[in-house]
T-cell receptor, first 111, second 116 residues
Framework: EADIYQTPRYLVIGTGKKITLECSQT?????MYWYQQDPGMELHLIHY???????EKGDLSSESTVSRIRTEHFPLTLESARPSHTSQYLC??????????FGSGTRLTVV | AQSVTQPDIHITVSEGASLELRCNYS??????LFWYVQSPGQGLQLLLK??????LVQGIKGFEAEFKRSQSSFNLRKPSVHWSDAAEYFC??????????????FGTGTKLQVIP
């Protein structure tokens, strides 16, 4: 079944640690996105990619980085986690018609 | 710049009652419009979308939405709400290009509570 997978679902980590949030999709979509979601706030786009070796920063400034070495894989990395990074991170992919398929999200807590 | 407004942060309805969630958008041309639903701890799932054609759009789970260009609205409706519909609902608008990126903007969401 075509889908988009995010791991881990929940992560509690100490300040200063390096973390990578994984996102993989099996739909062959060229476009992939990372959103940050906080309670009561709109989804904020932090990174997007239109294909292999193509990555761009989104509307919301983020200290995270992304890579797109394979079409199906779009990991997000924080080199040094801080409490301000505590949030839910949603990965999505889309076809040409802008219809997004979302993963289940990673809820990150930095203590 | 495109934007989406969902004026109701929280709505409570009784099971079996009808539902209407409001969405207003701002976009310079004919927009692509979406409604997504998010259950607790989950990602967003597409309910329905409008690209062109018939302004009344049918979606999954018995939902429908109507595009009204004159009112810049895309309200979501359901004739009879079920307890399982309790979730957060996001309206989104897309269509603008920003350096090649086909921008989709999400609203802040409406949280639906269903009471017996």
């Amino acid at each position: 079944e075509a889908d988009i997978y995010q791991t881990p679902r929940y992560l509690v980590i100490g300040t200063g640690k390096k973390i990578t949030l994984e996102c993989s999709q099996t739909m062959g979509h060229d476009k992939m996105y990372w959103y940050q979601q906080d309670p009561g706030m709109e989804l904020h786009l932090i990174h997007y990619s239109y294909g292999v070796n193509s990555t761009e920063k989104g509307d919301l400034s983020s200290e995270s980085t992304v890579s797109r070495i394979r079409t199906e894989h779009f990991p997000l990395t924080l080199e040094s986690a801080r409490p301000s990074h505590t949030s839910q991170y949603l990965c999505a992919s889309s076809d040409r018609g802008r219809t997004y398929t979302f993963g289940s999200g990673t809820r990150l807590t930095v203590v | 710049a495109q934007s989406v407004t969902q004026p109701d942060i929280h709505i409570t309805v009784s099971e079996g009652a009808s539902l209407e969630l409001r969405c207003n958008y701002s976009y310079g041309a004919t927009p692509y419009l979406f409604w997504y639903v998010q259950s607790p701890g989950q990602g967003l799932q597409l309910l329905l979308k409008y690209f062109s054609g018939d302004t009344l759009v049918q979606g999954i789970k018995g939902f429908e939405a109507e595009f009204k260009r004159s009112q810049s609205s895309f309200n979501l409706r359901k004739p009879s709400v079920h307890w399982s519909d309790a979730a957060e609902y996001f309206c989104a608008v897309g269509g603008g290009n920003s350096g090649g990126y086909q921008k989709v903007t999400f609203g802040t969401g409406t949280k639906l509570q269903v009471i017996p």
